[in-house]
DNA sequence: CCGGCTTACTTCACTCACTTTATTAAGCCG
DNA sequence: CGGCTTAATAAAGTGAGTGAAGTAAGCCGG
């Protein structure tokens, strides 16, 4: 990325941004969609191909003149690498510039070693991924880092993770970077999949929605008029953490019946425990929460009434929190992604979509659509992934425009 | 407002803002401050000059070399007629550049009567306002209208506001801008005084921040890097519509355990209502909310326990619902605005100053200050004011920017 | 098969909002 | 008063865009 990419980039950006998700696509049609004159594209274009990211891919039909050349993405020609570090596994993609999984593994979580030593393994894990993929080392733009609670990302260090403890003001970031020899994007993982989902054309014709990313935690991002919102210290889209119940549970955040007490895994599991201990369930746990979740949820889906009725309650407390999400943002999409969404996620997809439909304010006006990520397990690491294809090749998406 | 205003409008609106709220200032100072070079700034202020808006008072102190020349606004140079249409009172003000309030009226309220005639009224009302203020025609800019609910801003229709049942879909903005003469901008009360907050410097430092506006409902205006979000369809900020408890009573907007259930001035005086009936309180009620409510509020004020105790039932629901619209968008700063707040506002303030900071989530990170609006009950009025202002004069602040 | 028509794309001169560099203006201080 | 410092303006340059004219490439009708 020399100056020439940074340079122009807000248009080229946009236009890449374009032929990326409106398939192939000639340069009369770029230009109507971006509002710039042919000329323009012209140029832009011209850049774009010299820099080997879009190719010529044959003519179009002739309307009675000369016909439109057919721009399509090169997929190949950029790749990035996403990590996510949950709580039970780091997992780590490879993904191209069309948003394709290349390459991916996953290993066991950080447990309670130290940062250091993390950043050693995951340094060594990208390595062996990318020499036993075989990449061209010269197409990684970099890599993403996406993270299961709030980031400094002035300074890039985690803070106040609770599965990460030992990781508060290391800056992690720049170690990663040093060690790894590639620039690192890092951000919050419900904020990396909502990217993601943009990135991916999943949101296509929607540039303000949000993401609701349920891990071992409920987070959401939040991306509004195409630019990802990061309030103003990245705690954003703590929806885990809104009231559900203001005279309810309290929570270890501090708040007062927070969604997560009632909707979230842990929650979920415990009161599975109970039916268990009472005799109304029928499911082996094994009290680790992600395992028994995913057990809770796949009874549901077979159709255990016990295990359903459990979903269910947890689907009907998140949509509460999400219609006054609607309410209060005016949303039109919401993408539930992460691994808490891998079994039941239908069932939660249709209640929220229901719960939505029958209590949203503006629900005569616009309907709210729910849909699963397109990215499924993955959908944080692949955001993290975007983090840096966002960032290098259409950098007006991804930053705040700050004011003044 | 000739072609020469539009050009170059957001290097001239910010720097116009900036001359507005950081008092007297220097070319070199709003250079630093806007990041522009000196050259930059020049030729803007040149332009600033000529336009009347600005003038020149006096030289600062030297600190070596030339002293610098201090900037200022010249206040009286533009006019806004600025109306809120509640549900009790139609009120007008006329506002200069500076946030002064020039002139005020207020009128009974629309009742039944037909948009048609309301209009009339209106534009009546103003010109008689006008004329008896003497003021310059030149000088006015426009006018912004104020609307307790969910406005159509693209076709300039009210839409679903219970209190103006016959509007819907009456082309009230069109019509007022034929029968005044005037440019007519208009939204949301809770917005226009988000937007009015920021023009008069309330927010001075913060970009970032949420109005709450309680006048017969609750509803609240985003701003975001100075920028109002105005959500897909302007139905945003409907904070008197995110529940509160996801098991509690149904709303009549469909919703389950919406905030003004609780914490609204029509939930607030039933209860009182109750009280009187049990002898545990002892006001006189007349049936009209706005009034009884302020009762309570004054009662509370002055010592009385009882309606201490439901107004501080009031806030602790509103400081419930705000810890979860904080740990959404990560704020710094929330005004509250409007006739709800005026006689009982410290109390809200203190409470909900004292659960934001107890619960919300990044509070080890960054406080959240709340504050009284400084426009006290003509905050809506005075907010629609400077939609006009804002709009004609820094056009960068007021639109969010559109992707794609 | 050739010229005219249509449509796609490129070239080129210009604009506009800015920047960088240099110059002038205006104060202070020894 | 001349040297120093700082403020403001002037002049030339830059980069992203525009608009208008030119070129390329297909189709179509005689």
Known sequence: MTEKTRRRASSKGKTLDLIRSAGPISRV??????GLTQATISTVVRELLADGV??????????????????????????????HVGQDYITYVVADLGGTVVGRTRVDGPGDASPITIVGRMSDDIESLIIGLDLDRASIVGMGLA???????????????PSLAGWSDFPIRKALATSTGLQCEFDNDATAAAIGEYWLGATEGYGTYASVYMGSGIGSGIVIDGTIYHGVSSNVGEIGHTSVDARGLVCPCGNIGCLEMYAGPRAVVEKAADAVANGTLDIPLTGRISVDFAAIGSA???GDGAARALIEESAEYLASALVSMVNLLDLQLIVLAGSAFATAGSTYVQIISRILAERTLARGIHGVEVRMSVNG??????????????????????RSVTFA
């Open 54 to 83: 879009i190719s010529e891919t044959g003519r179009g039909e002739s309307t009675g003149g000369k016909p439109r050349m057919r721009l399509e993405i090169n997929p190949a020609s950029r790749l990035a690498i996403g990590v």
């Open 300 to 302: 549901a889906e077979k």
């Open 147 to 161: 993270i299961p609670g709030p980031v400094d990302r002035e300074n890039g260090t985690v803070r106040g993770v």
């Open 29 to 34: 049609e770029l230009a109507e969609l971006t």
């Open 377 to 398: 397990n993955d959908a944080a690491a692949l955001g993290a992934a975007t983090l840096v294809l966002q960032d290098r090749l259409s950098p007006r998406s991804l």
